[in-house]
Structures are given as structure tokens and as C-alpha cells.
């Protein structure tokens, strides 16, 4: 489906991805599968799309760079227009400006995807800075490892899922990786908990870690810097606005609210997308007043900084009352045979929704449904807790570590005309 969104004019895949992407190009379709076929395609696209001999060729600042995909997490992703202005300024301006020792000859690693912005905006700010990248096509931890210490890997990206199994497998040798030439991790996604920081720092003993917060249509909205990760406050949040980012939580009337208050978080900066490719209904819900709606629910805190309590369309509304994943989740992975934890919200007859937990357990744990409830019962208003309580061995993810919390959902929903 992604394919018709684009409509592409050619499509250039290794020998791979060609049995799944033939059937779903349109009849006529270009395919570059072989340097015969490549040179006759390239001729006729060039003999298309050929310019007037009075062309400007130089690509302007707002021009198309590429069209990447929102994550998904809620539905099927939107194609969000990336141009030359917004990632310039998101992989180059920003970390130039922010991140020391980023300049010519520096080495980078970068294995999260490509068509993730981590992935692509670390690649083009290692390129840009005259830096040495080192891309791997999978992520295979001990691999990274391997590649981290043979290169002398001095920056890198990760999600938390994925620098958890970096830890896990660097714990896991019987000699530890010489991994000192990292200079800084940078990492996005979720939040980092305090205990794989703590064991992070053992494993990257000189590494600095900074937190990004942004959105395939923004870029980076806030940064949680080096610092802020030693203060037991700060380490909690989003970061405060990153450069030329304007960030403001509003009420349900768009109204700005104070430092403390809870509300839609909304934001506006130099990298913005200029709107979504070819949806003007998702345009519509996106923006407010030139403001962009985020989707996640958050405040400031007096010290300035951004604390991001959960997606708006995560929230859970039982009995009338709003329940934020993310508060009852904290609480669940504290218990000490809880390796993760995620809510979501199940059909109730009585309650409209209910608080349905579905947790993994850490390796050789067996924890019970009574156990989880009452766990979260000590710690939580009741109506918060969990009513019911699933046990998996894995949760569905996106390339970029995120929880496909729709796929934790489908199964309670079927056969209904709402999901909510």
C-alpha cells in the first residue's frame, strides 16, 4: 500500500527485495535488477524527464529530498516529505552546534534503519561533518559490538530496546568489549530507565548519552543533554526545546497552559514538514493554528524541561476516567520479575474499557496475574491498575523499537464497530 502512496517512477532494490516488489508495482513499472537493464532504464527515464538546456539543476532549499514514513505505531504510516532546509538543519545545524567532536575523519556507526529518521539523519550528519560512517544492513548485537571495537566507533544511535541488548550481550562475554572510544551515544524513542543507564555507563565507560525527542514530520523538538543524565530529575524527561524549536502544551480549547498542567503537547520550528504528501485530511488534524499537534500528552516542569506522560491515543478511558499507559508501565517494570511491561485498553462491558496488562517476564520469572494487580494496586489509584493481565514472550515492535501497541489490541477488538 505504501508503494501507491509514492507512485514511484523507478525503484532501485537490491536482488533481495525483488520478488516482493515486482508484484506490486504498477504494469510499466521501471526495475533496476541488473547493469543491462539498469543502463536502458536510466535512458529512459532521462529522455522523461529531461530538463531545458537553461535549466538550474542546484537543488533549492525547500525542494524534496525524500519522503519517509511515519512510525505507524496507531495506523497505517503517512508519508511525510522531507526536504533538503529540514534535514540540513536536523543532521547538521543542530549536532554541529550541540555535540562536540563531531568534525572531519570522526567514526560513526549507524544500524538503526534507513528509512527511520534516527537512522538516515545520523548517516547524512556523519557525511556532512566529513566524518567516517560504518552502516550495517541488521542488528545483530554482538556483531555491533565486534564493529564498535575493531573500528574504534566513536558516535552511534540506538532506541533503549536495542542498547538493552547491547548491554545484555556485552555482559554476556567472559571477556568485555574494549569499547572506551565511544564518545557519544545518542538515543530516541522512549526514555531511558535509571538501571540501563547505569548499566550502560559500565559497558560505554566514556561515553556521553543524549536523548532526542522529535517526530518523523519535525525532527528533533527537544534534547535531553549529557548533563541532565546525572540529575535523578532531569534523566525522567523529553530535554528542553532544542534549537529554534517553539514547544507549548495546550487544553483541549488550544489554549496554552502553565508549567505543571497536562496537555496536548504542540510545536513549531525551522524543520518542519510542510505538510503531509498528498493527504489533506491528515493535514487538517495535524496542525492548529500553525501549530503542529504531536500527539503526546505532556508538561513542563519548572526548571523548564518537557516530561511526556503517553500518546494521546494511548490514553485509556475507563468508568469516564483517563488512564496514561505510561505512569501504570513504570510501576509494572519496577517488580523485580517484570522485564516489560505495556497497557492498553480491552472491551468492558461495565467500564467501557478496562486496564488490560500484557507483560514479559525476565528470564526465569514466573510471576502471576494476582501478583501483577496487587503490585500495582500498593502503588496506584485503583482505578488505574489493571483488571486483566497477559503473558508474552515478545511484543510486536517497529524497525525502530517501538511497540506496536494496535497489534496488542486487534484481538480484544474484533468484531467490534469502535476501538475505543
Known amino acids: 500500500r505504501l508503494i501507491e502512496v509514492v507512485d514511484p517512477v523507478a525503484a532501485a532494490v537490491g536482488a533481495e527485495f525483488l520478488g516482493r516488489l515486482s508484484p506490486v508495482l504498477p504494469e510499466g513499472q521501471v526495475s533496476l535488477d541488473g547493469s543491462a537493464r539498469a543502463?536502458?532504464?536510466?535512458?529512459?527515464?532521462?529522455?522523461?524527464?529531461?530538463?531545458?538546456?537553461?535549466?538550474?539543476?542546484?537543488?533549492?532549499?525547500?525542494?524534496?529530498?525524500?519522503?519517509?514514513f511515519s512510525s505507524g505505531t496507531t495506523?497505517?504510516?503517512?508519508?511525510?516529505p522531507l526536504t533538503n532546509a529540514?534535514?540540513?538543519?536536523?543532521?547538521l545545524v543542530e549536532p554541529m552546534a550541540t555535540v562536540g567532536?563531531?568534525?572531519?575523519?570522526?567514526r560513526h556507526l549507524v544500524y538503526l534503519p534507513m528509512f527511520h529518521m534516527a537512522g538516515l539523519g545520523n548517516a547524512l550528519g556523519a557525511l556532512g561533518c566529513g566524518g567516517e560512517l560504518h552502516l550495517m544492513g541488521d542488528f545483530d548485537p554482538g556483531l555491533v559490538l565486534d564493529v564498535m571495537e575493531r573500528r574504534c566507533i566513536?558516535?552511534?544511535?540506538?532506541?533503549?530496546?536495542?542498547?538493552?541488548?547491547?548491554?545484555?550481550?556485552?555482559?554476556?562475554?567472559t571477556t568485555p568489549p574494549h569499547l572506551t572510544h565511544l564518545v557519544e551515544i545518542n538515543y530516541g524513542a522512549s526514555p531511558i530507565t535509571p538501571e540501563l543507564l547505569d548499566a550502560a555507563r559500565r559497558v560505554f565507560p566514556r561515553a556521553r548519552f543524549r536523548q532526542y525527542y522529535g517526530m518523523t514530520e519535525t525532527g528533533t523538538i527537544a534534547v535531553l543533554d549529557p548533563e541532565d543524565h546525572d540529575h535523578p530529575d532531569h534523566v525522567r524527561a523529553a530535554g528542553r526545546p532544542a534549537l529554534g524549536w517553539e514547544v507549548q502544551?495546550?487544553?483541549?480549547?488550544n489554549r496554552p497552559l502553565?508549567?505543571?498542567?497536562?496537555?496536548?503537547?504542540?510545536?513549531r520550528g525551522p524543520a518542519m514538514m510542510p505538510g503531509y504528501w498528498n493527504d489533506p485530511d491528515a493535514d487538517e488534524a495535524a496542525f492548529v493554528n500553525g501549530w503542529f499537534r504531536t500527539g503526546d500528552v505532556g508538561a513542563f516542569d519548572d526548571d523548564g524541561y518537557l516530561r511526556i506522560v503517553d500518546r494521546a491515543k494511548d490514553v485509556v478511558i475507563t468508568g469516564g476516567e483517563n488512564v496514561y499507559p505510561a505512569e501504570v508501565e513504570s510501576v509494572l517494570r519496577a517488580h523485580p520479575g517484570v522485564e516489560e511491561a505495556v497497557i492498553i485498553g480491552v472491551p468492558d462491558e461495565r467500564w467501557g474499557e478496562r486496564v488490560h496488562a500484557v507483560i514479559v517476564c525476565t528470564s526465569g520469572s514466573e510471576v502471576e496475574e494476582d501478583e501483577v494487580i496487587g503490585w500495582s494496586r500498593d502503588r496506584l489509584a485503583h482505578f488505574k491498575c489493571p483488571r486483566s493481565v497477559e503473558f508474552v514472550s515478545t511484543l510486536p515492535r517497529t524497525p525502530a523499537g517501538?511497540?506496536?501497541k494496535r497489534e496488542l489490541r486487534a484481538p480484544h477488538w474484533v468484531g467490534r464497530e469502535r476501538s475505543i
Open 101 to 106: 567532536g563531531m568534525n572531519e575523519g570522526s
Open 402 to 404: 517501538k511497540v506496536l
Open 249 to 253: 502544551v495546550i487544553d483541549a480549547g
Open 39 to 68: 543502463e536502458t532504464a536510466v535512458d529512459g527515464i532521462d529522455d522523461q524527464a529531461k530538463p531545458g538546456v537553461d535549466a538550474d539543476l542546484r537543488p533549492l532549499p525547500h525542494d524534496l529530498l525524500a519522503l519517509a
Open 258 to 267: 502553565p508549567p505543571g498542567a497536562v496537555g496536548e503537547i504542540v510545536v
Open 154 to 173: 566513536q558516535f552511534s544511535s540506538s532506541a533503549p530496546v536495542t542498547l538493552k541488548m547491547l548491554v545484555d550481550a556485552a555482559q554476556d562475554r
Open 86 to 91: 529540514a534535514m540540513i538543519r536536523t543532521a
Open 75 to 80: 495506523g497505517l504510516p503517512k508519508a511525510v
